[in-house]
Nanobody, 119 residues
């Protein structure tokens, strides 16, 4: 399984960005996809996830600002980030478990894409 993330960049507070993560190597639609982030000096945290039936979960810190979605025809998961804040600055990773139709340990990870939000 290969995950390729893209879309990061340098933006100002209040701006928007959309991250993309394209998967290959298995049947994409059957698996949970998650977006994580890790800020300097902090632990990696789950930002959002979407399951095989498009049910979503968001961390409290991003609710109402971020939207996760998936396009199964393109094997791609997106993270639309609006009203960005300086505290959203982090490396963002997409990840997925190895078991279909289940939540569990995220075994496969993309390479990370840096999001920097200036004040």
């Amino acid at each position: 399984v290969q995950l390729q993330a893209s879309g990061g960049g340098l933006v100002q507070a209040g701006d928007s960005l959309r991250l993309s993560c394209t998967a290959s190597g298995r049947t994409f639609r059957n698996y949970v996809m998650g977006w994580f982030r890790q800020a300097p000096g902090k632990e990696r945290e789950l930002v959002a996830r979407i399951n095989w039936s498009a049910a979503t979960y968001y961390a409290e810190s991003v609710k109402g600002r971020f939207t996760i979605s998936r396009d199964n025809a393109k094997n791609t998961v997106y993270l639309q980030m609006n009203s960005l804040k300086p505290e959203d600055t982090a490396v963002y990773y997409c990840a997925t478990p190895s078991t279909e139709y289940a939540y569990g340990r995220y075994n496969y990870w993309g390479q990370g894409t840096l999001v920097t939000v200036s004040s």
